[in-house]
């Protein structure tokens, strides 16, 4: 009895050791799964349609006045509330100062919300090269949806806020309806993701990311240019 009794505890313990191992070897492998994933989703790709202003140099940020000495980078999601509350307290202010040409602006559209953030984000590129971006940017924020991934944001419906901002081209139209720039929408996250922006609105003045008081005060935004020289 006793043989058997230690036969049979032993085929338990090699069970519970096989068993161990299997959960451990699957742990292991959806993390490095998981790894891999996030190595990939930090690629970018060289091939997608890009607006004429943008390149991988800039985080394939769309670029205003690149030759101005103030260099600012904003990160935002055109469905993201906080950064509607920025861009109605600061976005008429950054708007004047990049009109003048004392600022160059690297805007950044991320899509993390969801595919209505993708479409707005890709018809905003479109409007880049008949020049009507930011009157396009700021009716974007005018018109954001009150819920997130509503289905209110279809091309169709963004080729009508692309003309009510001024943009009556039919290249523009054109664009908007093939979704030419959807794909370089993943690129700007990829390039967000390793410089580790993961939050909307995120901006970085020559290099220094602001204040996170800043973002709705607009004269303590007014005082960080004006220590640089921007009035």
């Keep these: 009895m006793s043989n058997k009794n230690n036969k049979k505890k032993n085929v338990a313990k090699e069970t519970d050791n096989t068993t161990r191992n299997i959960a451990v070897g699957m742990i292991l492998f959806v993390v490095l799964i998981g790894a891999g994933f996030s190595v990939l989703s930090n690629k970018t790709n060289s091939k ?15 670029v205003l006045n690149k030759d101005a000495k103030v260099k600012v980078d904003l990160w935002e999601d055109f469905q993201c509330p906080n950064c509607r509350n920025f861009e109605a307290v600061s976005g008429g202010y950054l708007n004047d100062l990049a009109r003048a040409g004392k600022i160059r602006v690297t805007y950044h559209p991320m899509t993390f919300i969801g595919p209505e953030s993708i479409l707005a984000a890709a018809a905003a590129a479109c409007t880049v090269d008949s ?26 419906a963004l080729k009508v806020i692309a003309t009510t901002a001024g943009d009556t081209s039919s290249a523009t139209q054109a664009c908007i309806d093939s979704g030419k720039y959807v794909n370089w929408t993943k690129n700007v996250e990829a390039d967000a ?6 939050s909307t609105p995120t901006m970085f003045i020559n290099g220094k990311q602001l204040d996170q008081t800043h973002y709705l005060n607009l004269a303590a935004l007014k005082a960080d240019f004006a220590a640089l020289g921007v009035k």
Excluded: C, R
Aim: hydrophobic letters at 35%; proline letters at 4%; charged letters at 15%.
């Design 193 to 198: 993701a390793t410089k580790n922006v993961n």
């Design 48 to 62: 997608v349609s890009i607006p004429s202003t943008v390149s991988a140099a800039d985080g394939y940020g769309i």
């Design 131 to 156: 020049g009507k971006f930011l009157q396009m940017h700021m009716a974007l924020y005018e018109s954001q949806p009150a819920k997130e991934n509503s289905g209110t944001w279809t091309n169709a």
